[in-house]
């Protein structure tokens, strides 16, 4: 196990290399200029060019690279130009937000897509497999962001049960917190409902089809308990190995969500600091937020490992 | 209220500012006021920064007003009022400004404000500042006294004070070991009557009521930027919405207490919710479009004159703003002090497009593109951009949208290249007078990037000159060469919207939320 | 398929392929029309091609034809889908809006063809790039979802070419590994393994065998492709870093949409409409050719 592990993390490097060079080259090719921001509408050019030269913009690109580089062996993002802090202070204290909102959609986008699948799949053929399958067909062709503004419109407009943004921490109320995080979380869930219920349904098909199942059943064993004790638990295997790519699609679209209802997560963090011009910000926040995916993904794979030693000692 | 004639000449100060004490007979106490609770203020952006000298942002001036105090401000009909200072004493060659400072003032960190810290202050703001340019006609700033300093200027500048009371980026007065760091370093520190609390930047402000404020009690109440003021809440959250949708909702709900801005068609239908209400500041802002003079098409003032008349003002207008405007062709608020009349109406929303084409020929233009700058940060930026694109298309001129972010675009107008037309608000200039709105258009980088040198010469002329009389007739001059040459089209004057729970007492609209002498009413 | 080896006989085997495939085609062909979600997708997605293509003649109005007099009108006969905040017509926005989207669509699908066929190639052919290539694939591919094509949009400068570009290199990667594991598999086939003992040239190998067995899971990624870069153009344009305005994207209209969720809900919402039947049909295609092509591929729908 210690050897896959390290064998995974080894492997991570040159990946997270590759982030690190392309989270570098995003901020070369970025037109305009942080200085305008930072000195306001009306500075002169004298201001801004001091800016230039306390940030270190002026240098030459392969300088500023090298000390890009330099400070981030140390572990060092830099400092954000406009925030007054860190930028590994400001993406970390965001990143429970964005990790959290993503958890909690995987987690309803596993159980409502299990639920769909099973139906789907127990009733196959019936219009409930019809049903249950087109609802996760919609769910994955609609966007999410426009899913969200419908469920702004219909639970906080029009019904007023939920917040339309806006972020309660859970340490100042915890109901307050779930409230703030049910819309978000839900719009975020939905297209990975819709994968999950397919995937779930296929492989609960094929599981049901098999010998051990059928012969299960035909010692008259309770169709209840070979579906829920024998065909789940085999068909739940392959949702576990597209856990690591969910998690990366859930990251990428709270970057969206969070943008739709105001919360303070490292998604709009970036979006802020790309209009900003907050180099530091996009760079380590691109970094972070690739970082913790690759990171994921390794989990990911330690616990099918550990469902499938298969796994960890072929390969 | 006494407030009449308070502060007409800043010479007279001292003595108005004693005389409206006296004649100060209290309005403030007709309400009873209730102390405590939290106000959620809603703003649309983040502040870029919270140290108020550096920034001219609007974002950030809404809750750093509340936070510091500069030695002078504006009061609500625009005259410079003293608000740090105790009053100013004017040498007869108009070249020494000796200022006494109020005395037992508190800064946040409970430290008394004293000379240095306000020599020290002003000694940033020359490195710092945002809109430098208002000291620069200071030589040499002194202590001469523990509570007073006194401003030296090169050569008698009748709009100095005017200059320095300027809120864009104000002047504030922070502790002198502050003052000694360089931009977005310091502690927020000031002597307003709310202190900063925290920062969570996408999220929200906090401010607290500072329970040691020196209020100014030389004025009955508030007036603009300083008189005398009170913090009744027990904390102010000024919180990030950035989608208006959201903002509205939560008002709905009473999440939030108040709106520093909304949309006008909702707007409208809040009007009959008998738990809000609804404020409307009309005019708030020019909406401008402003050439570049050193790129073709646009280097042509035919071409300039082709766009003037082809305008068709009223949509642009109407559309930007969402119903919410007004036309008007002057360059100052119409019957305010420096309106310059008739002067220029021939020229303003025409929508003529024959004479239009005509100019276009005699321009020499052959479909050049040309690209408007505008950002999709300030809504009516970007679609005022989009409107006057596609009637510019109507009379034959090959439009094209350039629309970036409000950084982008900032940095993009200041080079003399890669734009033609750039759709901009004024919203601070045009109230804060003449000198304020023609100083951005001339100059080291006036918006226009080429200078038009007779507008150069009447702008030195304009701050040259000692008197209201001589100053309007200079601005007639002015208003009548800004439509000789097109540099900068006037589109129309802009209002904005607020709007409050109901429940929320004693805010008036002005160029800030003024989150003091505002309390919330309990049932 | 067992074949000889044998130099004499390569234009009897070349032949032999030929009819295969022809016969391969026709049957894949034949069950694909008879595939149900297959045609639904195929009818539905054929609908919103129609409309892109002949917006000009369906639309009721010019789509940035301004009247301040109908701002924020709501739906009526005048205007189905009611108007903007610029008195634009939603309806015609929308139907153009089609074009804009299947446009970057399509030149999506495209690029990211052309690259993810030549990086796949490369990778699966040329065993000393295969290295190095997928790492940097890797290194992409671990930017969580459109992080990316956010990033190198606002980078770029919002514009529909940029769009473009970025979508592309945040989808080639996906597509350059589909296209790689399909060479890997099919260099070691007895026929490709034949016609390089008969002495073909790579560029024939590459081509004539290689490509051409690799095409059907290229298909069906494309069709993924196609369907993600539409709702990723949405959200490029939703962020205000896809085409610039006045262009009628579906992403453009809802992000204008949505400050009247509460005045006028029907900007935003045909938009959406209009996105989601694309997707929908272009995801009822790619599960329809999967399922002809490779069933076993069917349990992992949707997540590429």
Known sequence: MIGFLARRLLSALPVLFVVSLVSFVIIAIVPGDVTAEIAGSDSTEAQRAEIRERLGLDRPMVEQAVRWYGRLLQGDLGQSYLLNKSVTEAVLERLPITLSLAAIALVLAVMLGVLLGILAAIKHDSWLDQGS????????????????????????????????????????????????????????????????????????????????????????????????????????????????????????????????????????????????????????????????FVFVNILVDLAYGWLDPRVRDGR | MAKTGRLGRARHMCLAAAAAAFLGLSSATALAQTAGGDLVVVQSSNPPSLDAMVTSSQASRNITMNIYEPLFGFSEKIQPIPILA??????????????????????????????????????????????????????????????????????????FLEAFASPRAPAVIIPAEEASKG???????????????????????????FEDYSANEAFEGIDGFGGKKTAYLDTVTFRVIPEPGAAVAALETGEVQLLEQLPVPTARR????????????????????????????????????????????????????????????????????????????????LADADRAKALLKEAGYNNEPFSILTDSTIPEHGKAAVVIGEQLKAVGINAVINQVDWPTALNIRLQDQGWNGWTLMMGIEPYLGPAALISTLTGEAPHFRANDEQLDALYKELIATDSVEGRKAVFAEIQKRLYAFFGVIKVGETGLMQAARADVKGFKPFRFPRVYDVWIEKE | ?????????????????????????????????????????????????????????????????????????????????????????????????????????????????????????????????????????DGLMAFPGVL?????????GPSTMNAVIALTITFTPRTARVVRSSVLVIRELPYVEAAMAVGAGHARIIFRYILANALSPLIVQLTFVFAVSILAEAILSFLGVGPPPPAPSLGNIIAEGRNYLQDASWIAFFPGIAI?????????????????????????????
């Open chain 1, 133 to 292: 399958m087109s609802i996760a067909l919609f769910g994955l062709s609609i966007p999410d962001f426009w899913f969200a503004l419908i469920l702004i419109s219909v639970f906080a407009v029009g019904l007023g049960w939920l917040p339309t943004g806006g972020y309660v921490p859970a340490s100042e109320s915890l109901i307050g917190w779930a409230r703030s995080m049910t819309l978000p979380a839900l719009a975020l869930a939905i297209t990975q409902m819709g994968v999950v219920a397919r995937m779930t349904r296929s492989s609960m098909l094929e599981v049901m089809s098999q010998d051990y199942i059928r012969t299960a059943r035909a010692k008259g064993m309770r169709r209840h308990t070979v579906i829920f004790k024998h065909a789940l638990r085999n068909a739940l295997v392959p949702i576990v190995t597209v856990v690591g790519v969910m998690t990366g699609v859930l990251l990428g679209g709270a970057v969206v969500i969070e943008s739709v209802f105001s919360l303070p997560g490292v998604g709009r963090l970036i979006i802020g600091a790309i209009q900003r011009r907050d180099y530091p910000i996009i760079q380590g926040g691109l970094l972070i937020t690739a970082a913790t």
């Open chain 2, 86 to 159: 105790e009053s100013v004493e004017i040498s007869a060659d108009g070249k020494s400004y000796r200022i006494p400072l109020r005395q037992g003032v508190k800064f946040h960190n409970g430290k008394e404000m004293t000379a240095e810290d306000v020599k020290a202050s002003l000694d940033r703001y020359v490195k710092h500042g945002a809109t430098q340019s208002m000291l620069k006609p200071v030589e040499k700033i002194e202590i001469t006294g523990p509570n007073e300093v006194t401003l030296t200027l090169k050569e008698a500048t009748p709009t």
């Open chain 2, 183 to 209: 931009p977005n370093e310091i502690e927020f520190i000031g002597t307003g009557p709310y202190k900063f609390v925290e920062y969570v930047p996408d999220s929200h402000v906090k401010l607290a009521r």
């Open chain 2, 270 to 349: 809040l009007a009959s919710n008998e738990n809000i209400e609804i404020y409307e500041n009309m005019p708030w802002a020019f909406l401008t479009f402003i050439f570049n003079m050193k790129e073709a098409p646009g280097d042509n003032p035919k071409f300039r004159e082709a766009v003037q008349v082809a305008l068709n003002n009223e949509e642009v207008m109407a559309i930007a703003t969402e119903g919410l405007f007004q036309l008007y062709h002057g360059w100052m608020y119409e019957g305010s002090t420096y309106d310059a009349g008739d002067v220029g109406k021939e020229y303003y929303n």
């Open chain 3, 1 to 137: 398929m067992a074949v000889e080896a044998n130099a004499d006989n390569a234009a009897i085997l070349r032949q032999e392929i030929a009819r295969a495939r022809r016969r391969g085609w026709m049957l894949f062909g034949r069950r694909l029309a008879r595939h149900r979600s297959f045609q639904v997708g195929f009818a539905l997605f054929f609908v919103i091609v129609l409309l892109a293509v002949f917006a000009d003649l369906i639309a009721p109005y010019d789509p940035n034809k301004n009247d301040y007099r109908s701002l924020l009108a709501p739906p009526s006969m005048a205007h189905w889908f009611g108007t903007d905040g610029f008195g634009r017509d939603i309806m015609s926005r929308v139907i153009h809006g089609t074009r804009v989207s299947l446009g970057i669509g399509i030149s999506v699908v495209v690029m990211t063809g052309i690259l993810g066929v030549f990086l796949g190639m490369l990778a699966g052919y040329v065993r000393w790039l295969d290295n190095v290539l997928m790492r940097i694939m």
């Open chain 3, 148 to 156: 990316l094509a956010i990033a190198l949009a606002a980078a770029l």
């Open chain 3, 276 to 304: 989601a039947a694309a997707v929908l049909g272009l995801n009822l295609m790619g599960d329809g050719l999967r399922d002809v092509t490779d069933p076993r591929l069917a349990a992992e729908r949707g997540a590429g």
